[in-house]
């Protein structure tokens, strides 16, 4: 079956997951869809979704359902954010370009991510599809302050800070197929990268895999391949605090999200800070597991923060329900990564924009079933928490 076929069979985000998973070496595929440790957070992100209830207006006007909205000071098709994913060429050849491509044509926006396998310069701005420049503060502070001068220059319109990466999670998936970087043959991975070879000819034969926007600073692979947990717990700086943020904010002058909270306090500090928003999440289960989902977050950071700052739900999206009930609760807006990378590597551009559509289309629908025809009326009662009963009689 050819790829426009398995793409058009895809109705929800788990058929381009089960696709993505046919055609990756199970290493790859591991890295991807993993978590930490026992992936409880992993888990709870999506399933957190399921203890909340759309609680729908009848008789009301959606002939017509308007989703427009503004997030990072731009205009989005819908409140909906592509998240920055690193070593994104390890799910397709096509990379970050693809997936920029295809935000442009939904009018959304994507982020790219400082771990990234594409030059910051080579994405081009749109006035459809703002890019966000996810960010680290690292030890070399230099390099950091490279950065910004490189998103102002190229017209990045926000920057998003990662904090939740003092040191890197314990990614046990990772760890027990033995992955590294840049992924290679060994022994053990020889045979499942054979039985794939759509996608290792094009990945291990091709253009030289590159994080492309450090590699010109830090050497990290001159030597060869080294381990995925090595590198990048090389370059985290246990020594950030707030002061750090105040640093950032001003040399940035723009728009800023923290990335990685999940506190009211930690998300007032950020605004303190210099911050015009905060992203809540856990880094997609593969940080602290244990930690809360980010939709059971959302009320009790919008409560603190009140109106203004930009609350976006990072994590756990799977259904365009799901983002109507996480602007219900007080977020402007959600950010997806692994939907969009199902279908990267499921089919390139083509299946990042099928993840699109699906979530797009499902969004909307949602809207007219709930009675809501504008975005920007979905209130708190448009959702409630499921009351599960228990036995009180042990």
């Not at 759309?54 to 098709?77: C, K, N, Y």
């Not at 009790?300 to 009140?306: F, K, M, N, S």
């Amino acid at each position: 079956m050819t790829t426009t076929g398995r793409l058009a069979r895809a109705h929800e985000i788990s058929d381009l997951r089960a696709i993505a998973r046919s055609r990756l070496p199970r290493p790859i595929f591991d890295y991807l869809d993993g978590g930490a440790d026992d992936e409880r957070s992993l888990a709870r992100n999506t399933s957190a979704f399921d203890d909340y209830e759309i609680v729908p207006d009848v008789l009301t006007d959606v002939s017509t359902i308007r989703t427009e909205t503004i997030v990072f000071g731009q205009r989005a098709a819908w409140p909906l954010l592509l998240s920055p994913t690193g070593l994104t060429r390890m799910f397709h050849t096509d990379a970050e370009p693809a997936v920029a491509a295809a935000a442009a044509r939904h009018g959304l926006p994507y982020s790219l991510s400082t771990m990234g396998t594409t030059r910051l310069e080579n994405l081009t701005p749109s006035a459809s599809a703002p890019l966000i420049f996810q960010i680290y503060i690292f030890k070399d502070r230099g390099l950091t302050r490279e950065f910004v001068a490189r998103c102002k220059a190229a017209g990045y319109h926000g920057l998003s800070l990662t904090v939740d990466t003092p040191v890197a999670g314990n990614r046990l998936r990772d760890r027990r197929s033995g992955l590294s970087l840049p992924p290679k043959l060994t022994l053990r991975s020889m045979l499942n990268f054979a039985l794939h070879p759509g996608w290792s000819l094009p990945a291990l034969t091709g253009s030289k895999f590159d994080l492309a926007n450090v590699s010109h600073r830090v050497d990290a692979l001159a030597s060869g391949s080294m381990s995925l947990f090595d590198y990048i717990g090389s370059q985290f700086d246990r020594s950030l605090t707030w002061r750090d943020v105040e640093w950032l904010a001003a040399e940035w002058g723009g728009p800023l999200a923290i990335k990685g909270l999940m506190t009211p306090e930690d998300a007032k500090s950020a605004i303190r800070s210099g911050a015009t928003g905060v992203m809540i999440s856990n880094h997609g289960g593969r940080q602290l597991d244990g930690a809360p989902a980010p939709i059971d977050q959302v009320s009790a950071v919008r409560d603190a923060l009140g109106d203004g700052p930009d609350v976006i739900c990072d994590g756990g999206v799977r259904r365009g329900s799901d983002v109507v009930k996480a602007l219900a609760l007080g977020a402007n807006a959600c950010s997806i990564g692994r939907p969009y990378l199902y279908g990267l590597a499921a089919g390139g551009e083509a299946g990042v924009d099928r993840a699109l559509t699906l979530l797009g289309e499902a969004f909307k629908r949602t809207l007219a079933l709930a009675g809501v025809s504008d975005v920007n009326e979905i209130q708190a009662r448009h959702v409630r928490r499921r009351v599960v009963e228990t036995d009180q009689t042990r």
